[in-house]
């Protein structure tokens, strides 16, 4: 566990009581954990104080006499004497409610916010009655969007500075902005320039009133009718708290909840607004097996798994692989790990799709970092993906750390990435250079010496992963083998998906057994088998080596579970190969996509929001996820299905339900030994627990390898990195984000540009090995020379998967 | 009684071209920028501002010398001239930076080698263009003498001096709105603590100091502290640049020692009532302060200390004066106008409570008023300034929100009838 | 980006202008009022693009431009007349008749307060304190200061202006010709004068009268 400095403690009397506070803690704050409520509206505990809305009005007594003042930037000294119900504290705070009527519509009756608005609550227990207030109020035009996601509603705003300090100083998107001053103060946009920031809808949420509302919740439903929910997003595998609301079981919203450890309450809209994908009509909702002419029917649950039994029955459990299984709950995933290695007796496992690191590196470290380690480090080297693209939630706490708490950051991206423009150091390199940088930055090149400098003083965090879909995973590896030589750096090495850390726990890995223990420790695997009885003692074939395994036919069947190897993986031809060769392909999956259209049979399985278990993110920190709406038709939780095929298939899952499946991770899988959930359910472990290292993997030798990306004969490497609005099937199904993924260009230096003889805007042909791609031609100075850009997980640009060297040329016909 | 002209005695001997180095330099200027950097060490010249005693000229009075003393040794640090004079009724910093612009200047070089500054700026309100010429060319001038810049005078003291003019914003004389501006952003006022002596310019110790106060640093240097303190009275020494303006036969700026008395500053120095009318009210201190009244306050002395005691404030030095035909209401209106015009909106009393001040009074005046709304002014100024005592409680972050206050209350204490006779006026139906 | 490919419709003076500003600061964003001074003088108000450019120039985004430029009364979103004149309506102006003049300006010069003559001559605004107190009422053309004037005066100023149509605003000239009481002993005369509604200070829009000291 990080430690933090333990602050010097000062007791201080709130109405009369003594209590012991850290020194120079807010009162506000102080007050509030002691029991004692003081009314605020801008005071936000993640943001700096203003001390504008002027609500939190207390008393203090001072060497210089009783003052009257605000509470929440009144940081709390020895012997203080704080009075927060004075009479002059009760007036002061009934005028302040007042002013701040005087101008606010009455129209809480149709406001999204109404029946939780503090300004509505306030006026109930503090407020004047009767209005004094003769004159006409402030007028304005009613909402006007500020995005595709925000409208804003400016006569209800109450000036509070809280979105447009979250913008500014927690997002770094100051795009919404004071205009004008005094009385005509309004919070706007610059003309043609939407809020568009992926932390938008923060700005709803931390709204005290219903000035800023969210397209998707608009009108549809009021606050008394939602059931609300603790739960994790599982957007990414930063394990963002938030708290899902339904009306009529229907998921309306989704809001950030403040866990300290993870996303401090902060969501990116992607977490915010995916929830629609759920309700679409295009949810599969009964199972469905493909004819002999090669059409989906609906078949009944019966004939669907007698089907998939009777077919991986058919072949041996060797020939059988599995891909996928990112997206389930940790239950689901050890259901499914288990039913692989005992029920199916196969050793080809992966969670992955073949685009990332290795298992043993994800979860196998020993001085592996926790999220918090951001915040404790002197520096931070970040080689990566943009996190802005990949990891919002990691982005804000990066961004958090080197702002806010001063650490210091290098980023090493092929291109300008989100941090940028906080980092310290930048350092930019054409994608298959990475080995270079990496040695010269291990030696003592000059070139680097400043970046040497920061990363040998104090402590380091350094967060690797792939920066981009050309790049080998040995780079990261070797980086994490630098980092791990700097003494007291801790790593944390990223992969994106839900919860893969999950399922690589769950031993859905081709080296790992449950609990992070590798195949080749004896003891361990051993330890397993006195469960589960005996297992194969060779580690299977990664999601590569599976499709390699297809398309020669040395594997026959396929389970994909929430797995889009054609989208998702290396290499969209050989996927497409290898399930075109495979005898039997069964899909888990939530939605038709480009892969299971190969597939034989598909369950309909439930997802996010419909299943109850717990999840693992990017540190290893396990918490709850919970059910509150019901899947859709005939849909059900993934290891009540595999729980049924093992019976068919003669075998014996015994997972009765998922709370079942949970114990017995505690009892097989070393590192989950604490696991329970009622830990993680209530009590002071809500914001989750991270399991210990496991016991079971080697430690890990890496060398700093060069990837061997070449480009020769005019030819630029391709940096392949992936934004945040996707073409991905959930986006895709989630309408008010669907439009929002960027139009696809690629991106070139300007030397490389003009080398070409290119202008920006110009159409391009972009050839690579296997296919090639028309674009607009963006000139950009933030690009490493000899490397073109183009984002990865656009509708119209992963075709382009496999590729890694592009040469780009006028597409003729103008601009 | 005898006093030096500290600030104008060289706009007096060379009425046409004061604000030129070489007429500066003849008349022994820079002489004593000459003798700090040559043989006095930063200490030497702080103790001599601290033993001046000087109050600062800006409006809150607060001793200069003690000011500097406040200042963290951090590293860089900054001295902030603020020339963004905007309080109504004051023109005083206008004239020091028109006509000895080189005074300033030597002030500003000599208080940022005692304050360890080598990067000061000067901060003159937008409206000032003429002003600000006249600044910035004296700042080329000091430079092409080698006044300012690198190394100055061999002494090893490096200054540079950035002449920065406001966008017109009243909010920006408040020191830390005024900082905020400099730095490229909105004019508000920051929260305090930290004081700008300890976190100010780019989060850097800073001393904002008036443009007044700056001038006065050669005098006191050149003369000695206590030379500077044995003049004027013994709770404000010195001499003020004082800004007569209203119904007076001789409005205008006129440099007194501290300790006259109101009668003798309106009568003898401001010449009178214009057309022999009688007195009816002042406002001693610039817009913010409140009024005085001829029953009970012409024989109070101009002192910082003597006006406290009275209920009001000398503050910005602006002395407006009203004679016995002004309309108080309509007096008191434009001047609550300006505090909500010029609210910077951050916090909800001053936002709101001016601006409904002003509505209120402008019904009052437009025969719309109500008996209710007496009450109501004085609970919105309640509201404002809790207790409506002097100096005024705030419930908001600067005291620009509480200054809006004072004219209210003026009128309520003084001139209640008035008010009553207006809400009598409404009452009654209009006739034809 | 090179600083001329941000501004490339700014008058080579300005473009100098601006890249002295940008160095006269420790950090890049305290020269953004400076530069909104510039891009002002170089569109004849505050448009989008001059914002636009601004922000490039700073490095803030176009919003904190805007937020910042709304929040002083000198940075002009509208179209600005040739000649704006601000009539001072604050107390000690007001105590001296300030109103009538305002009145009397709006008159001759057929522009309200607030809006801009439909030839485009004038635009006409009342302020508050100006610092001319002890010369009350007071006026400003294009920030150039007029003391102690009255109606009478207010209205041939404008017609001055209409007739003579100054390229350069002197406030010395125009104290001569068209004002009173002053707060102080003004000296000696300026050559220096405005060339555009915005503040004539040297690195603005400042420029000296031809033929004369
Ligand atoms: C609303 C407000 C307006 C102010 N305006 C000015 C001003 O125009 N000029 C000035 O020097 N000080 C002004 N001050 C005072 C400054 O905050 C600060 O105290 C002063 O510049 C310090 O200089 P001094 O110590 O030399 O007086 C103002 C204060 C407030 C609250
Ligand atoms: S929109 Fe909401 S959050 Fe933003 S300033 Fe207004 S009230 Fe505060
Ligand atoms: S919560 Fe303290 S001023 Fe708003």
Redesign the pocket.
Known sequence: MPERQPAEMVTITIDGAAVEVPAGEMI?KSAEDSGTYIP????HPRMK?V??????LVEVETPRGRILT????MPAAEEMIVDTQSEVVQKAQEGILEFLLINHPLDCPVCDKGGECPLQDQTVAYGPGESRFVEEKRHYEKPIPLSDLVLMDRERCILCARCTRFSEEVSGDPLIEFVGRGYSTQVITFPDEPFASYFSGNTVEICPVGALTAKPYRFKARPWDLDAIESVSMVDSSGASVSIETSQNEVVRINGIDNDKTNHGWLSDKDRFIFQAIHSDERLMTPMIRNEAGVLHAATWGEALDLVADQLGSVRGDEVASIGGANSTNEEAFALSKFLRTVVVTPHVDAQVGDSLRPELLVGLSNRAEIDDIDLADTILLWAGDLKEEFPSLYLRVRHAVTELGAKLIVVHPRRAGLDDVATLTVRYRPGDGGEVLRKLASNDEKYAAARNLLSEGKVTAIVGLPGRTEDAALPEAVAAYANSLPGAKILPLARRGNVFGALDMGLAPTLLPGRVHVGNAAGRAELESHWGPLPADAGRDTNGILAGLVSGELKALLMVGADPVRDGRDPREARRALSSADFVVSFDMFLNDSNQYASVILPVDGFAETEGSVTNVEGRVQKVNRIVPGPGQSRALWSILDELSVRMGGQLGAGNAAAIAKEIATVAPAYRSFNWDRIEWGPERDGVVMPDGDGVQPLQYEPSDPGLKAAGGRLTLHFGRVLYDGGTRIAHSPSLAALAPDPAVHLHPRDASALALSDGQIVDVVGDEASLHLPLRIDATMAEGAAYIPANLDSTWVFGATQVVSIANAGGGE | MSFPLILTQRMIDHPADSHLIDVYEGAGGYDVMRKVLSGMTPEQVVAEVKSANIQGRGGAAFPAGIKWGFLAPAEPRYLVVNGDESEPGTFKDRQLLERDPHQLIEGVIISSFALGVNHAFIYIRGEYPKPARRVQQAVEAAYAKGHLGHNIMGSGFDLDVTVHLGGGAYICGEETALLNSLEGLRGEPRLKPPFPAVEGLYAKPTIVNNVETISNIPWIIDNGGEAFAAIGDENSVGTRLFSLSGHLKKPGNVEVPMGLTWRELIYDIGGGIRDDRELKTWVPGGASAPWFVPEHHLDVKVTKDDVAHAGSMLGSGAVIVMDETTNVVAAAHRIVKFFAHESCGQCTPCREGTTWLENILWRLLNGAGRQSDIELLLDICDNISPGLAWPPKMTTICPLGPSAVSPITSIMTHFRDEVQAMVDLAAEPASA | MTLAAVIPDWTSPNQERARKLLDAYPERRSAVMPLLYLAQLEHGHLTDSGMTQVAELTGLTPAQVQAVASFYTMYKRDHVGKYLISVCTSISCFLMGSDEVLTAVEEESDALDGTTSADGTFSVEHVECIGACGGAPAVQVNYELIEGVTPEKGKALCQWLRDAAPEVVLTDEMQELFGGVRSFDWGSKEAEGAVAPVPAFGPYGSAKREGRS
């Open positions: 506000i605020r509206f801008c005071y104080p001390g504008m809305c002027r609500m939190c605000t509470a929440c930037n």
